[in-house]
């Protein structure tokens, strides 16, 4: 079916800057990105404005895309921290839900470059002087999926954008071209406080620490509190406990009991021979989770009646059910 010409997004110029086919100019000297042979801008009245090889026609139109797109951002970013320029950028919160605005350029030192397309590796990263991540910016073909370690940036101070690959810039003004993106990972003001709980392993030795002291269980309703969203009120800490999240740090089992009631069961054992049980419960809107310790050779009996039936009856009540009798 290969019968269209192959359309290509794309091109360098004679600085070898990358050009979209929305700003390229008639009469101008084009190459590909990714072969350096010569390319030609056809902007007739005709076909959709597009990029042509002037002989071979082999290379990848996504994989251009991807590799000029790549170079474009990383090539203004550069620009833009070489001439301490800001790069401001204004977000909707996942975390809690207000409005925040940061320079994205904030405390970086160094723009890198990918260059391998090793899949799970961000194609443009923004560092600050020791090395630590502060944006990532992942440019997705059709069809391709989150890469995990996007996912797993979610809620861990940095930013995380995932672009599709066919984004064309409407100008080389990148804080213009920034401003139409939704970040998939962003930093929260709020959400930096030692209070709250949102680092897998922190989360981990909190839950256990929980299960080790009396009573040995604990639950407690998945809600907004002081403005962030999805968490737990343990004691003075608030627990990040959004589902995605749970799923990464603790894991477990569904067990479905209707199409609203929902159970994720995980067990830890225990050093000492004990284990674990901890529950992530979903009941119409509402969410909770619990967790209680039990000793060796003994585990929870996992019946519970039907009231979960009943409109009132939420997931903290079966959250607590399930851990307190
Ligand atoms: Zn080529
Ligand atoms: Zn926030």
Same mark, same amino acid.
């Given at each position: 079916?290969?019968?269209l010409?192959v359309?290509?997004r794309w091109?360098?110029?004679?600085?070898d800057?990358?050009v979209?086919?929305?700003?390229?100019?008639?009469g101008?000297?084009y190459?590909? +990105?990714?072969?350096?042979?010569?390319?030609v801008?056809?902007l007739g009245?005709q076909?959709?404005h597009?990029f042509?090889? =002037? %002989?071979t026609?082999?290379?990848?139109?996504?994989?251009?895309s991807?590799?000029a797109?790549?170079?474009w =951002?990383?090539m203004?970013l550069d620009?833009?921290?070489?001439?301490?320029?800001?790069?401001p950028?204004t977000w909707?919160?996942?975390?809690c839900?207000?409005t925040h605005s940061?320079n994205?350029?904030?405390n970086v030192s160094?723009v890198?470059?990918?260059?391998l397309?090793a899949p799970e /590796?961000?194609?443009?990263?923004?560092?600050?002087a020791q090395g630590?991540q @502060?944006?990532?910016?992942?440019?997705l073909?059709?069809?391709?999926p989150l890469?995990?370690?996007?996912?797993?940036?979610?809620?861990?101070?940095?930013f995380?954008?995932?672009?599709?690959a066919a984004?064309?810039p409407?100008?080389d003004?990148l804080?213009a071209f920034l401003? %139409?993106?939704? +970040? /998939?990972?962003? +930093?929260?003001?709020l959400w930096d406080?030692p209070?709250?709980?949102r680092?897998p392993?922190?989360?981990?030795?909190l =839950?256990?620490?929980?299960?080790?002291?009396?009573p040995? &269980?604990?639950f407690?309703a998945?809600?907004?509190i002081d403005?962030?969203?999805?968490?737990?009120?343990v004691g @003075? &800490?608030r627990v990040?406990?959004a589902?995605?999240?749970?799923?990464?740090?603790?894991?477990? %089992?569904l067990?479905r009991l /209707?199409p609203d009631?929902?159970?994720?069961?995980?067990n830890?054992?225990?050093?000492?021979?004990? %284990?674990i049980y901890?529950y &992530?419960?979903?009941i119409?809107?509402?969410?909770?989770?619990?967790l209680r310790r039990? +000793?060796?050779? /003994?585990a929870p009996?996992?019946?519970?009646?039907?009231? &979960?039936r009943?409109?009132?009856f939420t997931?903290?009540?079966?959250a607590?059910e399930?851990?307190?009798?």
């Amino acid at each position: 079916m290969d019968k269209l010409p192959v359309e290509y997004r794309w091109a360098l110029n004679a600085e070898d800057r990358p050009v979209p086919i929305t700003l390229a100019q008639r009469g101008e000297r084009y190459t590909c +990105p990714l072969c350096r042979n010569a390319m030609v801008a056809r902007l007739g009245a005709q076909l959709q404005h597009h990029f042509g090889h =002037l %002989t071979t026609n082999r290379c990848n139109s996504e994989a251009v895309s991807i590799a000029a797109l790549r170079r474009w =951002l990383a090539m203004h970013l550069d620009q833009a921290l070489n001439e301490r320029r800001a790069m401001p950028f204004t977000w909707q919160c996942a975390l809690c839900n207000q409005t925040h605005s940061q320079n994205l350029l904030e405390n970086v030192s160094h723009v890198l470059e990918e260059l391998l397309n090793a899949p799970e /590796s961000p194609d443009v990263r923004l560092t600050d002087a020791q090395g630590t991540q @502060r944006a990532a910016f992942y440019i997705l073909g059709e069809g391709m999926p989150l890469p995990q370690s996007l996912q797993q940036s979610v809620g861990q101070g940095s930013f995380a954008f995932a672009l599709s690959a066919a984004l064309l810039p409407e100008s080389d003004d990148l804080v213009a071209f920034l401003a %139409t993106l939704k +970040p /998939s990972a962003a +930093p929260c003001p709020l959400w930096d406080d030692p209070a709250v709980v949102r680092q897998p392993e922190r989360l981990r030795r909190l =839950l256990i620490n929980l299960a080790n002291r009396p009573p040995y &269980y604990f639950f407690g309703a998945v809600e907004t509190i002081d403005g962030l969203v999805d968490v737990v009120r343990v004691g @003075r &800490y608030r627990v990040w406990a959004a589902f995605p999240f749970w799923q990464r740090v603790v894991g477990g %089992t569904l067990n479905r009991l /209707s199409p609203d009631v929902e159970i994720f069961i995980q067990n830890w054992d225990q050093p000492d021979g004990g %284990t674990i049980y901890l529950y &992530y419960v979903r009941i119409r809107e509402t969410r909770a989770i619990a967790l209680r310790r039990y +000793p060796l050779h /003994s585990a929870p009996s996992l019946r519970v009646d039907d009231r &979960y039936r009943l409109l009132r009856f939420t997931a903290l009540d079966m959250a607590r059910e399930l851990v307190s009798k």
